[in-house]
Structures are given as C-alpha cells and as structure tokens.
C-alpha cells in the first residue's frame, strides 16, 4: 500500500516538532538534531520536516513512498505517463534513509519524488542538483529537493 508523502523545511525544530505532534497526537517516530519523521497510519503520510541552514521553509516536496518493488515500478510507469521529464535518482541516500527514488515536476514546478525505502542510514545524505525542476516554493539547497535543468523539460531523460 502506497503512503503519501510531505516534506516541509522549518525555522524551529523543536517548536515545529512541538506542533505537529500535537497536530497528529504522537511523537515523531525518527528525530536527528536537524530532522524528524510521523510515520503515520491515520492519515497514511511519510511527513517529515528539516531544518537547513539557508533552507528555504515551507513545503519542498510531495511524494509516494511504497512497499516493495512491484509497486516501485508501478509507480515509475505513471511517472513516465505523466509526460514530465523524470529525473531517475536510483539507490540513493537522504533524509537519514537509503532508498531508491525517481522525481518528477507537475506542469506548475511542484516537485514530486517515488521512492522505496530499503533501510535506515546515520547520515542526512544528498542528491545532486538539477537546476530547473522545482516549484518557486521547493527548497533550494534541501538534499530532497533535486532540480533538474530547464532543457530537461522540453525532453526525456
């Protein structure tokens, strides 16, 4: 089952944490000095929230997290339908996580990323920076936000 994913840059962590775990009545279930994670069932939402220094805040970046591999490729198949130049990541590390992800921007800029998680990872991570792809709204400098160049949307990847 697919869960829907938000992630979203912020000036206070502890006041963001404080907030949204009173907004979703749980604590966050991963938190790093500069990140944390609800992985909540109800709603079904990854939301994870960072505090960067420079970073843009508010929401970088929407997304679908699946189970397994099957579902990755499901996935991948409606990225490459929605006709938008994907940007192919592949095995990856970010947000403290090691997964492999592709991304995508709708017709307006917004940045959606699908991706499997395969394990935990005790660093932050990055991805490679593709200018062009995000929304005005998206983190410049956020690992999960990647940019891909403005040609890139006049052709496939």
Known sequence: MKRFHVHVGVADLDASIAFYSGLFGSAPSVTK???????????RINFAISQKCG????????????????????????????????MEEGVTTCCYAKSEKSWI???????????????????????????????????????????????ARTSCC
């Open 55 to 86: 970073a843009d805040k508010g929401v970088e970046h929407l997304g679908l997290q699946v189970e397994g591999e099957a579902e990755l490729a499901e996935v991948y198949g409606r990225l490459k339908a929605a006709n938008g130049p994907v």
């Open 105 to 151: 921007a709708d017709p307006d800029g917004v940045v959606w990323e699908a991706f499997l998680t395969n394990s935990d990872s005790t660093v932050y991570g990055d991805s490679p920076d593709f200018a062009g792809l995000a929304s005005d709204n998206a983190a410049t400098n956020a690992c999960c936000a990647p940019k891909v160049a403005a040609a």
């Open 33 to 43: 000095p500069d990140y944390a994670k609800w992985m909540l069932e109800d709603p």
